[in-house]
Nanobody, 126 residues
Framework: QFRLVESGGGLVQPGGSLRLSCAAS????????IGWFRQAPGKEREGVSC???????TYEDSVKGRFIISRDIAKNTVYLQMHSLKPADTDVYYC????????????????????WGDGTQVTFSS
């Protein structure tokens, strides 16, 4: 069964940085697109960034210039490097996989995802 596990969340101060990881097992990331989503309590899940099997990327407007998505095929892991973090970035971050392209990222539909993780929490410290 395809499985994704997120890690790297934690406490951060405004302006700080974190790197989230999305590790895949039982399938090869090289053939899949991976999208990062985030969701705050009471709000809808929103797409943050997506990397296609071609390695092309896309970003949500509020994170452009601050977040970088990348992947390490050898480690079967996708990363989300986050810089200049803001309180509005406080959310649970999830990764999900779809076949080759980021269609699932734009539609935000589970039916188009082959796998998704349980999330990792990013929280701002006061």
């Amino acid at each position: 069964q395809f499985r994704l596990v997120e890690s790297g969340g934690g406490l951060v101060q405004p302006g700080g940085s974190l790197r989230l990881s999305c590790a895949a097992s039982e399938f090869n990331l090289e053939n899949y697109a991976i999208g990062w989503f985030r969701q705050a309590p009471g709000k809808e899940r929103e797409g943050v960034s997506c990397i296609r099997s071609s390695s092309s990327t896309t970003y949500e407007d509020s994170v452009k210039g601050r977040f970088i998505i990348s992947r390490d095929i050898a480690k079967n892991t996708v990363y989300l490097q986050m810089h200049s973090l803001k309180p509005a970035d406080t959310d649970v971050y999830y990764c999900a996989a779809g076949w080759r392209v980021c269609k699932f990222y734009y539609t935000n539909r589970y039916s188009q995802m082959v796998s998704w993780g349980d999330g990792t929490q990013v929280t701002f410290s006061s």
